[in-house]
């Protein structure tokens, strides 16, 4: 039986520099590592100024001698410091994302909040993020965005109204194969979400139980009703 890659994680300082990525990536591939996923942040100001923190995560399905990998990078001319870390899905595990008015994610986060602690104390890893948004571009983009986050697993939407572009939006979440729950609300997106729940604290916990390895509710079995 075939072993599933192993995930790591590296921090790279760098200069801000062209080729600084290829460089990487060469390396990396040297040493049969896939790049699975990979972020980069510029330090504009402070005695860091100049330089670039590239985070990345990577599968090797061969014994890597991780020690190598670091020292075989930090001779990158413009690498100036390297870190192993875990990999985000080992602390963060499966992400709850929230979006709505601060009152409803309130409470869809209290639900969510309190059903992750009753997995992750026996072991899972189940995160919840929330963010209160108004305004119909505003929360379109913010969903749009929920499918290019890192372990997002499923998307509730708490509102008083969304319609219009956002239930566009959820259309493109669900294609990238990420459910969406949402509160029963005036407006188009209950009609183009997996499930319509009322109560907002329930709708936190039904999403907590759909992701949870070890819970029995899925949400393909009640895709497209009510609650």
């Given at each position: 039986?075939?072993?599933?890659?192993e995930?790591?994680?590296?921090?790279?300082?760098?200069?801000?520099?062209?080729?600084?990525?290829?460089?990487?990536?060469t390396?990396?591939?040297?040493?049969?590592a896939?790049?699975?996923?990979?972020t980069?942040?510029?330090?504009?100001?402070?005695?860091?100024?100049?330089?670039?923190?590239?985070y990345?995560?990577?599968?090797?399905g061969?014994?890597?001698?991780?020690?190598?990998?670091i020292?075989?990078?930090?001779?990158?001319?413009?690498?100036?410091?390297?870190?192993?870390?875990q990999?985000?899905g080992h602390?963060?595990?499966?992400?709850?994302i929230?979006?709505g008015?601060?009152?409803q994610?309130?409470?869809?986060a209290?639900?969510?909040?309190?059903?992750?602690?009753?997995?992750?104390?026996?072991?899972?890893?189940?995160s919840?993020?929330?963010?209160?948004?108004v305004g119909?571009?505003?929360?379109?983009?913010?969903?749009d965005?929920?499918?290019?986050l890192?372990?997002?697993?499923?998307?509730?939407?708490?509102g008083?109204?969304?319609?219009g572009e956002?239930?566009?939006?959820?259309?493109?979440?669900?294609?990238?194969g990420?459910?969406?729950?949402?509160l029963r609300?005036?407006g188009?997106?209950?009609?183009?979400?997996?499930?319509?729940v009322?109560?907002?604290?329930q709708a936190?916990?039904?999403?907590v139980?759909?992701?949870?390895?070890?819970?029995v509710?899925?949400?393909?079995?009640?895709?497209?009703?009510?609650?």
């Amino acid at each position: 039986m075939d072993t599933l890659p192993e995930r790591s994680a590296m921090r790279i300082i760098a200069e801000n520099r062209k080729g600084v990525l290829r460089d990487i990536a060469t390396v990396m591939a040297e040493h049969n590592a896939n790049i699975v996923m990979i972020t980069q942040e510029l330090f504009e100001t402070g005695p860091s100024s100049g330089m670039a923190e590239i985070y990345f995560e990577y599968e090797s399905g061969e014994e890597d001698d991780r020690q190598t990998l670091i020292d075989d990078l930090i001779t990158i001319p413009s690498v100036k410091d390297v870190k192993a870390y875990q990999p985000f899905g080992h602390i963060f595990g499966s992400r709850v994302i929230i979006i709505g008015g601060g009152a409803q994610v309130a409470q869809v986060a209290l639900g969510a909040v309190n059903e992750a602690d009753r997995h992750n104390i026996r072991g899972e890893r189940i995160s919840v993020d929330t963010i209160p948004l108004v305004g119909e571009r505003t929360l379109a983009l913010a969903v749009d965005a929920v499918a290019r986050l890192p372990h997002a697993s499923i998307l509730v939407l708490a509102g008083s109204i969304m319609g219009g572009e956002i239930s566009k939006a959820v259309d493109r979440v669900r294609d990238a194969g990420i459910p969406v729950i949402a509160l029963r609300m005036a407006g188009t997106v209950p009609e183009h979400a997996d499930l319509v729940v009322t109560d907002p604290i329930q709708a936190g916990v039904f999403a907590v139980m759909h992701v949870s390895t070890k819970a029995v509710f899925d949400i393909n079995r009640v895709r497209g009703r009510e609650f």
